[in-house]
């Protein structure tokens, strides 16, 4: 009988030396997890102000009445787009820090509104008077 009791006793302290060994594993792989998805949405964001930037310049150099419309994919961490002046503003909340991520553009006239919610959106950007006008 007294067997079966020392069995079971090191059963139960071999299976909390594993879990003490798998939680600070399992920590690591979320904390890993959590910056490599900062990481591509980051890269996502570089891409989207890209596409943005080329395509508005494109839009003011040929000037009015040219318009021009994007699919464009907006990353979850985006919280708002703000257009003024020759500035676009990407105001981003990733859950570890906030920070603005901005881009200038040709145009000293821009001037429009974008949905910040994740996903695919089409936008119309159009070239009006001096400046540039994004719809989305």
């Known amino acids: 009988m007294k067997k079966k009791g020392q ?3 090191e059963f139960l302290m071999i299976t909390g030396f594993a879990f003490m060994l798998i939680i600070p594993v399992m920590l690591l792989f979320l904390t890993e997890a959590q910056d490599i998805d900062e990481d591509v949405s ?3 964001l570089k891409k989207l ?3 943005l930037v080329d395509a508005i310049d494109n839009v003011y150099y040929l000037g009015e009445p040219t318009a021009k419309t994007l699919e464009i994919y907006v990353p979850r961490y985006v919280q708002s787009v703000i257009f003024t002046g ?3 503003i ?3 909340d990733s ?3 906030i920070y603005n ?3 200038f553009v040709a145009t000293n006239n821009l001037s429009g509104s974008l949905n910040s919610n994740p996903g695919m959106h089409s936008i119309k950007i159009s070239a009006v008077g001096n400046g540039v006008t994004v719809i989305g």
């Open 90 to 92: 990407f105001e981003v």
């Open 86 to 88: 020759n500035r676009t």
């Open 7 to 9: 069995v079971s006793l």
């Open 101 to 103: 991520f901005t881009r």
């Open 42 to 44: 980051s890269a996502q």
């Open 49 to 51: 102000a890209e596409e």
């Open 95 to 97: 859950g570890t820090f």
